[in-house]
């Protein structure tokens, strides 16, 4: 017993010989070192977070009100979408000049600060690349499945891999069509944030012969379980063989949301495939093929994205410092 009645505890495994976590491709965190994703992880704690006290001092200590988001940052280094990287910070995984901080406000200059997250030291010289893949049936949108089944990774080229791209956002297994895949993390966030109102366009087919009033059904709204949901555009471009074929364009990112609307009013989907992403097209790129953007579609995209919605600062964040929009979207909700 010690002079304060407590019993004194074990000591402390010292932090070197825990392996620093780091996830899997498409996992909370993302891929943002070289280190081999698979590696066992330590199944004892980390580190626990600063104490208050603590955490304000190191706030203090590397905050300049002059700076950029820290999320805003690591998200524009690759490291994963912005609202991932809030998570990192709050779990305090992440180190400015050896100090973990806890607040997604703090503000840093980049080339006057060393950032770690994991323990892993991060380089903020990334050469960006935005590149689209059209997706066929049966691919799963991760980077690799522990499962064998086909996955995004088993198209790309070494280069294409090394540079670390992530999905934006998700089609489900059995939606083909255009995937936009990126290490820029402040693209992906904006393109599948709900605030940006970015339109995608679906070829759907559908069983049964659908009603000439179904497009302005659609355009009307429907309600679904989650709530009411309206698309932007709805065009009927024919039937055949008891299965009609419709295109669609909304820019609501949740789950399923496209096969959900055509289950509601009667007509299962046989097919799916994501044509467009605003005015960025599949066109006629062969399925299971990938493509660097040119520099016109990748202008496009930026443009798209580039004023920050009413209400929100151009970081996105709203006048009480919340991140504005459906938390399903920035999980990359399933079409």
Not at 15 to 28: K, L, M, N, Q, W
């Given at each position: 017993?010690?002079?304060?009645?407590?019993?004194?505890?074990?000591?402390?495994?010292?932090?070197?010989?825990?392996?620093?976590?780091?996830?899997?491709?498409?996992?909370?965190?993302?891929?943002?070192?070289?280190?081999?994703?698979?590696?066992?992880?330590?199944?004892?704690?980390?580190?626990?977070?600063?104490?208050l006290?603590?955490?304000?001092?190191?706030?203090?200590?590397?905050?300049?009100?002059?700076?950029?988001?820290?999320?805003?940052?690591?998200?524009?280094?690759?490291?994963?979408?912005?609202?991932?990287?809030?998570?990192?910070?709050?779990?305090?995984?992440?180190?400015?000049?050896?100090?973990?901080?806890?607040?997604?406000?703090?503000?840093?200059?980049?080339?006057?600060?060393?950032?770690?997250?994991?323990?892993?030291?991060?380089?903020?010289?990334?050469?960006?690349?935005?590149?689209?893949?059209?997706?066929?049936?049966?691919?799963?949108?991760?980077?690799?499945?522990?499962?064998?089944?086909?996955?995004?990774?088993?198209?790309?080229?070494?280069?294409?891999?090394?540079?670390?791209?992530?999905h934006?956002?998700r089609?489900?297994?059995?939606?083909?069509?255009?995937?936009?895949?990126?290490?820029?993390?402040?693209?992906?966030h904006?393109?599948?944030?709900?605030?940006?109102?970015?339109?995608?366009?679906?070829?759907?087919?559908?069983?049964?012969?659908?009603?000439?009033?179904?497009?302005?059904?659609?355009?009307?709204?429907?309600?679904?379980?989650?709530?009411?949901?309206?698309?932007?555009?709805?065009?009927q471009?024919?039937?055949?063989?008891?299965?009609?074929?419709v295109?669609?364009?909304?820019?609501?990112?949740?789950?399923?949301?496209?096969?959900?609307?055509?289950?509601?009013?009667?007509?299962?989907?046989?097919?799916?495939v994501?044509?467009?992403?605003?005015?960025?097209?599949?066109g006629?790129?062969?399925?299971?093929?990938?493509?660097?953007?040119?520099?016109?579609?990748?202008?496009?995209?930026?443009?798209?994205?580039?004023?920050?919605?009413?209400?929100?600062?151009?970081?996105?964040?709203?006048?009480?410092?919340?991140?504005?929009?459906?938390?399903?979207?920035?999980?990359?909700?399933?079409?």
């Open positions: 017993m010690t002079s304060s009645g407590k019993r004194p505890g074990a000591p402390r495994e010292p932090r070197a010989v825990r392996a620093p976590r780091t996830p899997r491709a498409g996992e909370s965190g993302g891929p943002f070192s070289d280190e081999n994703p698979q590696r066992l992880i330590s199944g004892r704690p980390r580190r626990d977070k600063p104490r006290s603590e955490a304000e001092e190191n706030f203090t200590a590397v905050h300049d009100p002059a700076g950029v988001r820290l999320q805003k940052v690591l998200a524009q280094a690759g490291v994963a979408s912005r609202r991932v990287c809030e998570d990192l910070i709050a779990e305090g995984r992440v180190q400015l000049n050896g100090l973990v901080v806890v607040e997604p406000g703090v503000r840093v200059v980049p080339d006057r600060v060393t950032i770690h997250v994991d323990g892993v030291r991060l380089s903020l010289d990334v050469e960006h690349r935005y590149v689209m893949f059209n997706k066929p049936a049966g691919v799963v949108t991760t980077m690799d499945d522990p499962q064998g089944r086909r996955s995004i990774g088993d198209y790309l080229d070494p280069e294409m891999i090394a540079a670390r791209l992530v934006v956002g089609l489900d297994r059995e939606t083909e069509g255009l995937l936009l895949l990126t290490n820029d993390g402040e693209l992906a904006r393109l599948t944030h709900p605030s940006y109102e970015v339109p995608k366009t679906y070829l759907v087919e559908v069983s049964g012969r659908v009603p000439k009033s179904l497009s302005r059904t659609l355009m009307d709204g429907i309600t679904l379980e989650d709530g009411p949901i309206a698309v932007d555009s709805c065009r471009l024919g039937s055949a063989q008891g299965r009609s074929m295109e669609v364009t909304l820019h609501s990112g949740r789950n399923r949301i496209v096969r959900r609307i055509f289950d509601h009013v009667g007509h299962s989907v046989t097919r799916l994501r044509t467009a992403i605003g005015a960025i097209t599949i006629d790129q062969p399925q299971g093929t990938v493509r660097d953007l040119g520099k016109q579609e990748l202008g496009h995209l930026l443009d798209l994205t580039s004023a920050a919605p009413e209400g929100t600062s151009a970081d996105g964040i709203a006048p009480d410092g919340t991140t504005q929009g459906d938390d399903s979207t920035h999980r990359g909700g399933h079409r």
